[in-house]
Structures are given as structure tokens and as C-alpha cells.
């Protein structure tokens, strides 16, 4: 059974810029959700998935957008970057109302 | 409010003594609370949860915790911890097992020999 994957490991970016992080939800789950780990914090809910119509979002702009795929993998997409923006994007899969599995993250730098 | 605090930023402790991290929480409805630990450049490992029924639970890696609604309480306890041990720890809440979850800040943990 394979875990939860994401991609890129690292990404630099400068700011004005998009990007455009992807996740594999781990096999047979059907929700994913999004959270940003800022350096020394907790990670913050973005939004979550499920069976690919957006099911809740926090405190986040719109420049935040996602996708979910028939296969449930997910895109995160940050428009206009900012410095702030800088930050651990975590991804986790769940089916139905079971925990969340986490990936290893995509670090994302904003120069 | 919804909120998770971990009142302690960074704990120092020795190979082989006790260990206890505090967490508690804020949160209207029956609370579903996890503890996770990350690795340096990792994600997030689940190490114990409580839904409901018994309040102490046990968890991988010898850890255990005790919810006490009465306190708002969600403790991290290992009788004797072990160098690999070091990490962070986030404690965090949710209304369901996969809702948005609600994290502390975290606590760091280092370990000495």
C-alpha cells in the first residue's frame, strides 16, 4: 500500500509568481486536505476534498485555489506569491471519517 | 474561540527519564484530539487519537495519553524516553476524524544521553 506522496520535495520561487504543488492520496482514500506549516508553527488548514468538490476551506484568499482528480490526487495552487507564502505544504489523505495520513510536504521558498 | 495550546516551546530531557507534554484545547463540540510528532524536513506521524470510550489511550512508540474533559486536557506521556525520541510535537483537534484540524503550535523535544 503506498503512502500519501508530494511533488516537488523544494520549489523557489519569487514573488508575483504561480505555483502549483501536487499530492497522491494514498490508495482507495477519497479526501484530501491542505494545510501550511509556517517555520516554527502548527500546521493551518487550507482547504479539503471530497470525491472532488471542495469541502471546507479556513482562513485563506481566494490567490488559494485546489483541484481534486477522478483518482483523488490533488493540485494546490497559489497565485500572486508572497513573501509570506513561504511555508511546509502538507497534504493528507482520509477515507470517509477514518484519521488523516500525512505526506512529507512540499517546502516552498518565496524570494 | 477554537483554539489548541501547548504552553511548552521547547522541552530538555535525559535518555531513559519520564516525559509528560501538556495540551489543551478550546472546542464547542465533542472534541476528536490527536497527538503527531514530526522529524526534522517531515511530515506528520499520527501516534495516538481519542474518539471516545476509554479517556487513557495508548499509542505507537510507547506513548500514551489521557483526555480529562473536566480540564480541557489532552496530556503526552512516555515513562522513559528514548534518543530517537527527539522531535516535534503537535497536539490537535477536530470535530470528526477527517475534519479540519486545529493544531497547537508545538511542543520541541530534545533528548540528552
Known amino acids: 500500500e503506498t503512502g500519501v506522496t508530494q511533488s516537488p520535495t523544494h520549489l523557489i520561487k519569487t514573488r508575483g509568481q504561480q505555483v502549483t504543488l501536487r499530492c497522491s492520496s494514498q490508495s482507495g482514500h477519497n479526501t484530501v486536505s491542505w494545510y501550511q506549516q509556517a517555520l516554527g508553527q502548527g500546521p493551518q488548514f487550507i482547504f479539503q476534498y471530497y470525491r472532488e468538490e471542495e469541502n471546507g476551506r479556513g482562513n485563506f484568499p481566494p490567490r488559494f485555489s485546489g483541484l481534486q482528480f477522478p483518482n483523488y490526487s490533488s493540485e494546490l495552487n497559489v497565485n500572486a506569491l508572497e513573501l509570506d507564502d513561504s511555508a511546509l505544504y502538507l497534504c493528507?489523505?482520509?477515507?470517509?471519517?477514518?484519521?488523516?495520513?500525512f505526506g512529507p510536504g512540499t517546502r516552498l521558498t518565496v524570494l | 474561540a477554537q483554539s489548541v495550546t501547548q504552553p511548552d516551546i521547547h522541552i530538555t530531557v535525559s535518555e531513559g527519564a519520564s516525559l509528560e507534554l501538556r495540551c489543551n484545547y478550546s472546542?464547542?463540540?465533542?472534541?476528536?484530539l490527536f497527538w503527531y510528532v514530526q522529524s526534522p524536513g517531515q511530515g506528520l506521524q499520527l501516534l495516538l487519537k481519542?474518539?471516545?470510550?476509554?479517556?487513557l489511550v495508548q499509542g505507537i512508540k510507547g506513548f500514551e495519553a489521557e483526555f480529562k474533559r473536566s480540564q480541557s486536557s489532552f496530556n503526552l506521556r512516555k515513562p522513559s524516553v528514548h534518543w530517537s525520541d527527539a522531535a516535534e510535537y503537535f497536539c490537535?483537534?477536530?470535530?470528526?476524524?477527517?475534519?479540519?484540524?486545529?493544531f497547537g503550535t508545538g511542543t520541541r523535544l530534545q533528548v540528552f544521553p
Open positions: 490537535a483537534v477536530g470535530a470528526r476524524g477527517t475534519d479540519k484540524l486545529i
Open positions: 481519542y474518539f471516545s470510550g476509554d479517556t
Open positions: 493528507a489523505s482520509s477515507l470517509d471519517d477514518s484519521e488523516q495520513f
Open positions: 472546542y464547542g463540540a465533542t472534541p476528536y
